[in-house]
C-alpha cells in the first residue's frame, strides 16, 4: 500500500523550504511506495512549473486542500494524524506550525531541520529526542546533534534539478535583462547570490571584490541579493567590513548603491534583483566564476549548488555545510576560516561559523581570473560532483527514511 507522508511546510518556488518541499512532492507524484501531502495550502502562483507538471501534482494539491479543511476546527493546537509527519523544526527545535497555526503530529515524526547555530538548550535537545528521527540538512548539522546528546539524527542533503541546472553554453548576454544593463561581452563576471544577511557574508563579497576590480576594469559583480525578508540585510552592519548597507525605495537592499559606498564604480556591479528560480540556469552559465564566503550554511546552500551544477567554477568558505559541497578539485575552497564567537562558536569538537580572509578571497578570484582553463576544469569538476547530488537522491534518502520507522 501506497504510504501518505504529510509534511508541515509550505511548497514554493520562491525559497529553500518551499523549494524543498516542491521537490518531494515531484519526486514522489508517480512513486509506488509513498506520496506527499502537505499540511498548507498549495498555492499554484507560488510555483514556478509548466503545465505538466502542475497536472502530475494536481492529486496531492487536492489532497492538501482536503487536510487544510480537516485541520481548520482545530487551529492553535496540536492534532495528530495517522501517517508518519516530516515537521520543519526551527532553531529551537521547535515545529513550525500548519495551516490554522496546527501544530501537525504523526504515527512517526520526523524533524527536518536546518541549523544555523550549535546553541542547542537542554529543552531543544529533548524535543529531538521526542522525535523518532532526525533529517539534518548536513553534515555539519548532524555533528552538532550528536555533540548535544541527540541520537536518533541522520545527514540527508538538499539536491539540484539537473535538467534545469547543468552546464551548457555561453550566449554572451543575459536574458531577459533590459537593454541598458552593462554589456557582458568581454567582461569578467563574478556571481554573489543568496538572502542579504550576516550569515550570507555579502559583506566580504564586497570587501574582496573592491580590491580585485580596482585591478581589473573588466571585472563585474553580479548580484542576485533580492530576499522576501530585506531587513535581515541589517545585520550585515554588524561587522564593520563594509559600509552601512543601503536600501531601495521599495525596501530591497540596493546592491548598486551599496556596492558603490563600498569603493566599487558604478559600472562594475549589476543588481539583478529578486530574480525567479527558474531563470536562474541561463544566468548562471554566463558567469566566469560563482563567489560564497558565507559565514554558515546550516544545509549546503542552494544557490552555490546551482552554480557548481552550471559547471560555475565556484569560491566556497570551507565552513559548516559548505564542506558536503567541497571536494579535491572541484572548486576553490577558502580554508582560512577564523572562529567566531557567542552564538556563531562551535560546540565540543565542532567548529561554528567561519569568518573567511578577505586576501584569501581575493586571490582565488585572482587565480579564477589568470587561469580561464583551470578555472572551467574546477567547473566542470563541480558539476559532476553535483550530478551526484540530486533532488531524485533527495527524495529516495526521505524516503528511505520514513519507511525504514516501519
Not at 47 to 71: G, H, I, T, Y
Not at 86 to 92: I, T, Y
Not at 137 to 161: F, I, K, M, P, Y
Not at 255 to 273: E, I, K, N, P, S
Amino acid at each position: 500500500m501506497r504510504q501518505t507522508v504529510v509534511s508541515s511546510w509550505p511548497l514554493s518556488s520562491f525559497h529553500g523550504w518551499g523549494v524543498y518541499g516542491l521537490n518531494l512532492a515531484l519526486n514522489w507524484a508517480e512513486d509506488p511506495d509513498v506520496a506527499l501531502v502537505c499540511a498548507m495550502e498549495v498555492d499554484p502562483s507560488l510555483l514556478a512549473l509548466d503545465a505538466a507538471s502542475l497536472e502530475r501534482l494536481r492529486p496531492m494539491r487536492e489532497a492538501s486542500a482536503n487536510l487544510v479543511r480537516k485541520l481548520a476546527p482545530f487551529a492553535g493546537i496540536q492534532v495528530e494524524v495517522p501517517v508518519p509527519v516530516l515537521l520543519a523544526m526551527d532553531r529551537h527545535l521547535l515545529a513550525v506550525r500548519s495551516a490554522n497555526r496546527v501544530v501537525v503530529s504523526g504515527s512517526k515524526n520526523l524533524g527536518v531541520v536546518f541549523l544555523e547555530s550549535a546553541g542547542l538548550s537542554p529543552e531543544a535537545v529533548a524535543r529531538a529526542e521526542r522525535m523518532d528521527l532526525i533529517l539534518a540538512g548536513s553534515s555539519w548539522n548532524e555533528a552538532l546533534l550528536r555533540t548535544a546528546g541527540v541520537t536518533r539524527v541522520r545527514t540527508v542533503l538538499q539536491g539540484v534539478d539537473p535538467a534545469i541546472f547543468h552546464p551548457g553554453p555561453r550566449l554572451g548576454r543575459l536574458e531577459g535583462r533590459p537593454a541598458g544593463d552593462p554589456d557582458i561581452r568581454d567582461r569578467f563576471l563574478v556571481f554573489s547570490g543568496g538572502k542579504p544577511e550576516r550569515r550570507k557574508a555579502q559583506d566580504l563579497v564586497l570587501a574582496a571584490f573592491r580590491i580585485f576590480a580596482q585591478r581589473h576594469p573588466d571585472a563585474l559583480l553580479v548580484a542576485a541579493w533580492g530576499s522576501h525578508w530585506p531587513e535581515a540585510a541589517r545585520t550585515l552592519d554588524q561587522s564593520g567590513v563594509a559600509p552601512s548597507v543601503v536600501f531601495a525605495p521599495d525596501g530591497q537592499l540596493n546592491a548598486a548603491g551599496w556596492a558603490c559606498a563600498t569603493g566599487v564604480a558604478a559600472d562594475q556591479v549589476l543588481d539583478l534583483g529578486l530574480t525567479p528560480n527558474a531563470k536562474m540556469p541561463a544566468l548562471l552559465r554566463e558567469m566566469d566564476v560563482a563567489l560564497f564566503p558565507n559565514r554558515c550554511e546550516g544545509g549546503t546552500n542552494l544557490v552555490a549548488m546551482e552554480a557548481m551544477a552550471c559547471g560555475v567554477p565556484t569560491i566556497l568558505s570551507a565552513n559548516t555545510g559548505h564542506l558536503d559541497l567541497i571536494a579535491p578539485g572541484n572548486s576553490y575552497p577558502l580554508t582560512r576560516q577564523s572562529a567566531l564567537d557567542g552564538e556563531e562558536a562551535g560546540a565540543g569538537d565542532v567548529p561554528g561559523w567561519g569568518e573567511s580572509d578577505v586576501d584569501e578571497i581575493v586571490a582565488a578570484l585572482e587565480a579564477a581570473y589568470a587561469d580561464r582553463d583551470e578555472a572551467r576544469r574546477r567547473g566542470l569538476a563541480g558539476a559532476e560532483t553535483l550530478s551526484r547530488m540530486t533532488w531524485a537522491h533527495t527524495a529516495a534518502a526521505v524516503k528511505d527514511a520514513v519507511l525504514s520507522l516501519g
